[in-house]
Every structure is written in structure tokens, then in C-alpha cells.
């Protein structure tokens, strides 16, 4: 798996093909058994001091919001990044307001997360990345559970921010919508493996990633056989 800098690359597959694990590994919070992530050209290793500078440099949305929220409001939740990278205060500060008015949530700030949304908690965990300006941003499953205009909206504030701070997104997603039409690279997983590495376009054209992957035809046709069926049973 290769990333360029600035690039948007996808991590596709089904449900329980690995993606989440993989995001997982890249960030040290699970240990390959073999093989060797580098990441920034620098070897991940076990050394605590190793991996606090890694992850200085990366934003990790997770897939659940609840897994990621846990102070008491959402300032401080927000806050939490920036401090732990003993910024001065007063840039915490500037950080925090900056990252709350990018996600519209300054009405928030005193809320407890658990008071919000689905999706102003997925704009509060992101705030609460933005405020550490990571140079890698991985988004795990960014859109899943949002309506279009939660989408719409999303994607606006993400890629606003990727041009103004040059970042790099790894995203995961297995809606094959933003695969194709954010991503400039992508790798499809299948069972636990990279089956493909290449551009969007190519890849889900490809006779057996379709058949895995499955598609909004295949829906289609399965409604419509079933529907003239049930036809059939009422005469
Ligand atoms: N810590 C773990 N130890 C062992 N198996 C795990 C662990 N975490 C996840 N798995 C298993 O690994 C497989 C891949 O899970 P993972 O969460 O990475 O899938 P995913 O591609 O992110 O799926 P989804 O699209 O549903 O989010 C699943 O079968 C899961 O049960
Ligand atoms: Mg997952």
C-alpha cells in the first residue's frame, strides 16, 4: 500500500474485510504478526517514543463517534488534541474556536457529546482532529449514517480544509460512489487481503471486483424479480 502525499486514497471491501484493522495497524493500536509498516518513510515500531511522534501527524476519525468522544463537552473534547501537544494555551484556544466554526458547532461547545447527533458527532470528532493540523487525515467510514446533506456538507468542510492545510486523506468506504469519485488511488480488501491496488475507475470495473462487491444494479434487478413474482402469486 503506497500513499502519496496529498493524495485522497481509498480502502474499500465489504463488511468485515479488514479495513478498520488495517487503519488500526497503521495507527500501532494492533501490532502486525509479520510484515513492516512504514509510514511518513519511517519504520512503525514499538517504541512509545516512536509512535507519539507518528501519531502527532495523524488524524483518526473512527468509524463509531462514540468510541472517540469522551470528555464532558465538546470544547474539551475538541481541546484535548492540541493540548496533549503542549501548544500554548492561547493556541489551543485559537486552534479550538478555528476547528468549531469549520465544523459549525460553536452552539455546541458546552453540549455533552451525548446529547448530539450522528453527524455533529461525526463534525466534533473531526473538529477534534483538525485542531492537531495532522499532515495524514484517516477518515473511517466518514459518510456512513449521514443523510446527502450531512454528506454534502461533510465533504465540504473536509476537503476545504485538505487544500488550506495540505493534508493527505486515507478514507475507508464501501460505498463505491466516493471510491470512484473522491479517490485518486484505491485498495479494494477482500477477506482479510489487498486483492487490488490502482485507480478507481479501473478496479471496479473489473469483472470479479464487481461480483464481490456487488451494486445498486444488482438490488435493482433482485426488487424487480421479486416484485413481478409476487405478481404472479396474486392471480
Ligand atoms: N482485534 C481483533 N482480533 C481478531 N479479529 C478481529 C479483531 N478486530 C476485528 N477482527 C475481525 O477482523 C475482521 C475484519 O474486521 P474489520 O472491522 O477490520 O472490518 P471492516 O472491513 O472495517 O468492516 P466494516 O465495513 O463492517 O466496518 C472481522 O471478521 C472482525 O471480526
Ligand atoms: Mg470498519
Redesign the pocket.
Known amino acids: 500500500m503506497r500513499i502519496e502525499e496529498n493524495s485522497k486514497y481509498a480502502l474499500t471491501?465489504?463488511?468485515?474485510?479488514?479495513?478498520?484493522?488495517?487503519l488500526r495497524l497503521l495507527v500501532g493500536l494492533?501490532r502486525p504478526k509479520s510484515g513492516t509498516i512504514k509510514i511518513f518513510d519511517k519504520a512503525l515500531t514499538r517504541k512509545k517514543k516512536d509512535l507519539w511522534q507518528i501519531r502527532q501527524n495523524i488524524g483518526f476519525l473512527f468509524?463509531n463517534p462514540d468510541d472517540q468522544l469522551f470528555a464532558p463537552t465538546i470544547e474539551e473534547d475538541v481541546s484535548f488534541g492540541a493540548r496533549n501537544l503542549k501548544l500554548e494555551p492561547e493556541e489551543v484556544k485559537r486552534r479550538v474556536k478555528w476547528a468549531l466554526e469549520a465544523v459549525d458547532l460553536v452552539d455546541f461547545k458546552d453540549f455533552s457529546p451525548f446529547n448530539l447527533s450522528w453527524g455533529q458527532k461525526k463534525r466534533a470528532c473531526l473538529a477534534g482532529l483538525l485542531v492537531m493540523k495532522p499532515k495524514l487525515l484517516i477518515l473511517?467510514?466518514p459518510f456512513a449514517n449521514l443523510d446527502f446533506k450531512s454528506i454534502i456538507n461533510h465533504l465540504a468542510i473536509i476537503e476545504r480544509l485538505r487544500k488550506e492545510e495540505n493534508m493527505t486523506i486515507l478514507f475507508?468506504s464501501?460505498n463505491l460512489f466516493f471510491v470512484e469519485h473522491w479517490a485518486d488511488e484505491m485498495l479494494v480488501?477482500n477477506e482479510?487481503r489487498g486483492i487490488f491496488e490502482g485507480h478507481p475507475r479501473e478496479g471496479l470495473n473489473l469483472p470479479n471486483i464487481r461480483e464481490i462487491m456487488g451494486s445498486y444494479d444488482e438490488i435493482r434487478d433482485l426488487i424487480q424479480n421479486h416484485n413481478s413474482n409476487q405478481k404472479q402469486l396474486i392471480f
Open positions: 471491501g465489504n463488511n468485515g474485510a479488514g479495513k478498520t484493522t488495517l494492533l468509524q473511517d467510514e475507508t464501501h480488501l482479510g
